[in-house]
């Protein structure tokens, strides 16, 4: 019984690392990516094709490393947060979508990669996505992406939200069976969005 | 100051009490309240006196027959008991119905202390902080703050009550009773303070994590001063008058501030944050969770998660130039 208690309590100790918070998280520098253009909050660029190849428009801040949030649950439950905060709930919904498209199936428009979502979000989409970088800083950002990534189960399950602040209207992030994501990029977007 | 003269100051400063009446309306229930209390105080001494004589008398008694049977129960005793018993059963519903007859009374009183042509505000609640519309015919004279409302002395004044998101209640303790704010379906109340002064009212339902911090300022001004208060609301921001304010307003409105707070007479029209067109002439931040002091600003600014956890402010991470600057700004939005 003893040996049990103890092996258990060791079994707990795992439980430990399980991830690690630095505490500067919350404000690296305001600082935007190099090189994205400033622009006022409106759609972006209408009639650019999405590229293909992540731009150069949205590389990490230097130091930020590539999608630096998606191992954190913390920082994703921030991104929920902000989620609501910045209002993106306004066009997506709690991800079902409305006048944006839905946000927690498996259908990209400009690419599930982080940096894509980054760069929507960045920059805006000629559809109706407003621009937020230079608005909100870069680390909000990133977890903006990590949450919105986390919609459609694409982060690890252990990251993704159980719960929410706010009445259920979804099942939970965590509850999402991840699904591969079919990435559209490359088909500019057409007239028929936001359908 | 020791410690006790620091409490004191500290129980004045922050003192919300229905029984300091200030109002017309909070003097009728504070009436009602003392009626209640001598009343029962009244009965509460009498049923203890009765309790303290039947245990001396029931004492005494038993001492005296303890040689005889412990219990003789006659049927005229008895039946002189049951009249008591009776006679207090009538006694307590007519007392209770009384008390029921002074609330109704008062009730009706209350909802008579109205005008006509006076000062209305739209008031509503939202997690964790107040928007106050000051209606007017004329829709370039409607004013729009938020957490602080200015009342004029001596006149009864329309609160029209509204929330967006969860049931709030306002309660001005030293004007009128509280009154639920309620998602989807208006309520109003009438109150007046017949003294100048500063009058905190408080959220009382609550309303999730912040609750305790959504106070709301009133203050009542003798009516020309109120008069010249509702004027300068009703100018629009003070444009900034230096290179660092000039730099300030512009790290206002490119940056994240302009996504939420409005600021009337710029591009900023944010409608779900505060309005801060004249956040430097309001005593407080984030509704009575801070003095309104550039330490504080700032510091709410940079990480109000820190202040306020919850409230549906994000942190911001500024350059101190940008931070200053911003300052610099929002202080002369007077
Ligand atoms: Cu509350």
Redesign the pocket.
């Known amino acids: 019984m003893k040996v049990l208690t103890c092996l258990m309590l060791v079994l707990a100790l795992a439980g430990c690392t399980r991830e690690r918070r630095k505490p500067t998280d919350v404000a690296p520098s305001s600082a935007r990516p190099e090189g994205s253009p400033e622009s006022a909050l409106q759609p972006g660029p209408t009639g650019t094709p999405p590229s293909a190849e992540p731009s150069a428009v949205a590389l990490p801040a230097e130091g930020m490393p590539h999608a630096p949030y998606e191992q954190s649950a913390w920082a994703v439950s921030e991104g929920k947060r902000l989620y609501q905060w910045y209002n993106c709930v306004g066009c997506h919904a709690n991800g079902g979508g409305g006048m944006g498209p839905p946000l927690m199936d498996d259908k990209w428009i400009y690419g599930s990669d982080p940096i894509k979502v980054h760069q929507s979000i960045v920059d805006g989409r000629p559809n109706g996505m407003p621009a937020f970088g230079g608005k909100i800083p870069d680390s909000q950002i990133w977890q903006l992406v990590a949450y919105v990534r986390s919609m459609s189960g694409l982060l690890p399950k252990d990251v993704r939200q159980t719960r929410s602040d706010h009445m259920s209207v979804r099942p939970s992030e965590q509850a999402m069976r991840p699904a591969k994501p079919k990435n559209e990029a490359g088909t500019p977007p057409s007239a028929e969005r936001p359908g | 100051m020791n410690l006790l003269e620091r409490l004191q100051s500290l129980t004045e400063r922050f003192a919300q009490s229905a029984l300091e009446t200030a109002g017309p309306q909070a003097e009728r229930i504070a009436a009602l309240w003392w009626l209640f209390f001598w009343v029962c105080t009244i009965i509460f001494v009498l049923v203890v006196a009765a309790l303290v004589f039947a245990l001396y008398r029931g004492r005494a008694r038993s001492v005296e027959e303890s040689s005889g049977p412990a219990v003789t129960l006659d049927s005229g005793r008895e039946a002189g008991i049951h009249r008591k018993i009776f006679g207090l059963i009538v006694l307590t519903a007519i007392i209770l119905f009384a008390f029921l007859l002074a609330t109704e009374m008062t009730g009706r009183s209350l909802a008579s202390l109205t005008s006509s042509g006076g000062v209305t505000i739209e008031l509503t ?1 939202y ?2 902080w107040w928007r106050a519309r000051y209606l007017d015919p004329a829709p370039e004279r409607i004013v729009v703050t938020a957490n602080e409302i200015h009342i004029p002395v001596g006149k009864p004044v329309l609160i029209n009550l509204y929330s967006r998101d ?1 049931i ?2 306002l309660w001005v303790p030293e004007l009128h009773g509280k009154r639920d704010l309620i998602p989807g379906h208006p309520n109003a109340l009438w109150i007046q303070a017949d003294r100048p002064g500063r009058y905190d009212g408080q ?6 994590q912040q ?2 911090h ?1 106070r709301l300022i009133v203050i009542a001004d003798p009516p020309d001063r109120f008069d010249a208060w509702l004027d300068a609301q009703r100018v629009t921001a003070q444009a900034p008058g230096d290179d660092t304010a000039k730099r300030g307003m512009e790290v206002f409105l490119t940056g994240s501030c302009a996504l939420c707070h409005a600021i009337q007479g710029t591009d900023a029209n944010g409608q779900v944050a505060p309005d801060l067109t004249h956040i430097a002439s309001r005593a407080t931040l984030a509704a009575g969770t801070l003095p309104n002091t550039p330490g504080h600003l700032a510091g709410w600014i940079v990480d109000p998660q820190h202040v306020k956890p919850g409230a549906a402010m994000p942190p911001n991470s500024l350059s101190a130039e940008d931070l200053q600057a911003l300052l610099a700004y929002l202080k002369g939005l007077r």
Do not use: I, L, P, Y
């Not at chain 2, 959220?203 to 999730?208: K, R, W």
């Open positions: 609640g997690r964790w969860v709030h209640s959220c009382a339902e609550f309303c999730g609750h305790a959504m």
